[in-house]
C-alpha cells in the first residue's frame, strides 16, 4: 500500500478530464498539482525502544518479526482518513510507532502483551490500516513506548466446516484473500467494504464493519460466531455457536472494541452460498422522500435488494456529471430523464444477489413497490458501472488531494421517522462550515444500508482546501456535523467506529454511566492500559 494514500504504486490515474473541469468549476482546485514529498523528507521522531527491550522481542517473533526502520515506521504511522492523508503527503504524521511487531500466531501475541504490560508498551493493532477515525494512530498514552501489532502474518484460513457453513481464520486475513479462498468452495462471505482490497477481518470486526451488502448479508457483527481474543489480563475463547443465551453476549462486546481490550487473534464466521444469480439496476426516484419511502416499505416487506443505495439530489447530480465521458451519452440521459420528469431526482442502485428463484421472486415484489412509489427503471447499466467502481473512490480521493481539493465522509443512522430531518440537518451544517471558511463546497448523501426501522445515511463532501489551515478546517467541519447528527438524536457512527476522532462525542453517546462501564470492562481485561490508548473511551477525569 502507497505509505501517502491508497493502492499499489504505479496503479493508473482514476479522475477523468471531465471530472476535473467539472471540479474546477464547482469548487475549484490548485493551480498546479500538489505531490507528497519523497519518503526520507518525512519527520519522525527516532524510534526509542531500548535494546533490551528489541532483543526480548526478537526472541519472541524472530528477527524479522521486529521491524523499526523508516518506510516501515511511517506506513504505521496514520490510518487512511482524511487527516492522516493529509499529514502523510507534507510529510508530518503526528508520530510513528517505535517498532512495527508480526506476530505468527496467538501465542506470541499474547507474549508481546505480556512484554509490552511489563515494560509500559503502548499497543496498537494494526489490520490492514484503513481506519477513518484515527483507530491506529500511534499514541503511547502515558507509556514510555508504543509498537505498532501488524497483523499481517496471521492470515490462514484455520478450518472450513461445509455443514455449518462456518469458517475460521486467523484475524490479520484480509477480506479479498478469504473471499478467493472461499470461492473455491463456491462460498461467499459477502462483506464488502468500500475498503475491502485492504481489510483485515480482525479489523472488520474490531470497528463493527458495514460492507457495502450488508442490507443483505449483514454487518459484520451478523457474520461473527465465535472468537479468541488475548488481553493483557488472560485469554478469552468464544466458540461458535449459532446462538447462545449465557448472559449478555460476550461476543459482541469485543465485536466493536477497537483494539482498547486486547488483540482479537482468530475469528469464526458465518459463511453462506457464492449467488448464482446477480441483478443490479438503476432506479430513479422523483425526489428523496420518493426514494426513502420506498425503501420503508420494501423493508417492511422483506424484499429489500443485496445493494441498496438511495443518492440524494446533489449526489445523483454529481454522479450524472461525473458518469461516462462526460460526452453526449451522458448528455442525452439526463435529457431523457428530464423529459420523463425526472431531472432533479435521485439515483437509486438495487443489487440483488442469490438462487435465480429467490432473486427472481424479490426483485420482482421489490420493483413492483418501488413503481408504486413513482420510481422509473432505468435499466442495468447505472447498477453494473456501480458495481464496477465500487472500489474505485479511495483511488480518486487521493487525485484530489493531489490538486488542492478535500473530500472527506461522514456517516451516521437513524429510525425512519428522523431520517428526513438528519439529512437535512446535517448537510446544512456542514454546507455552512465550509462557507465559514470561504470554501462552498458539494454536500452530498446517500442511503447506503437499511433496516425495517431505519437507515443509514453517508454524507460525501468536497471543496477547496484552505492551505495551511488544512486541519483546521477539517475539525470545523467534523464539529458542525457531529453536533446536527447527535442532535437530531442518531448515532455518531454507523460502520466506520469511534476511533480516536469521534472519542468528543463518546459520552453523548452512550452516556457517563455506559463511558464508565466500558472503562471498568477496560481495567479489569487490560489494567496496564497499554491496549490502544486513546481510542474509543474518553480520558478519564479520575485517571
Ligand atoms: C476508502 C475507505 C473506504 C471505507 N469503506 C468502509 C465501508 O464501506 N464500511 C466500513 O465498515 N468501513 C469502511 N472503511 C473504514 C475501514 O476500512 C474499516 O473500519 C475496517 O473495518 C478497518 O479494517 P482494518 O483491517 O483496516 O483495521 P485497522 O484500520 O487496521 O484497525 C481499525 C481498528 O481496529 C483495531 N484492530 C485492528 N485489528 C484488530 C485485531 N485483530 N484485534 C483488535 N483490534 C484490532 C485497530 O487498533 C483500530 O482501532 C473505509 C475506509 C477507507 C479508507
Redesign the pocket.
Known sequence: MRWWG?GEAGHPAALPAHALDFLRESVGVAPSPRPPVALDRVRLDPPGLSEPVLAELRQILGAEGVRDGHEQRVLHAA??GYTDLVRLRAGEPEGAPDAVLYPAGHDQVRAVLELCARCSIAV?????????VG??APLRGEHGGVVALD?GRMGALLALDHESATVTVQ?GMRAPALERQLAASGLTLGHF???FE???L???A??R????ASTGYGAIEKMVLGLRLAAPAGDIALPAVPASAAGPGLRQLLVG???VLG??SELSLRVRPAPRERIYEGLFFEDLAAGLQALRTLAREHVLPDVTRLSDEQETRMSLALAGDGGAKGRLGRAYLGLRGYGAGCLAIFGFEGSERDVAHRRARALELARGCGALKVGRSPGEAWLHGRFA??YLRDELLGRGVMVETLETATQWSKVHALHRDVAHAIAAALEGWGTPGLVMCHVSHVYETGASLYFTFIARQREGEEIAQWQSVKEAAAGAILDAGATITH???I?RDHVPWMQREVGAVGVRALRALKAELDPAGIM?PG?LLPVSSRG
Open positions: 491508497w490510518g487512511k496498537v493493532p494494526f489490520g490492514g490500516g484503513t481506519s477513518v483507530g491506529v497483523m484475524a467494504p468500500q475498503s485492504y481489510v483485515s480482525g479489523g472488520c474490531a470497528t464493519s458495514a460492507g457495502q472494541s477497537e483494539g488483540v482479537i473512490a479511495p460502520h466506520h467506529a476511533g490502544n481510542k
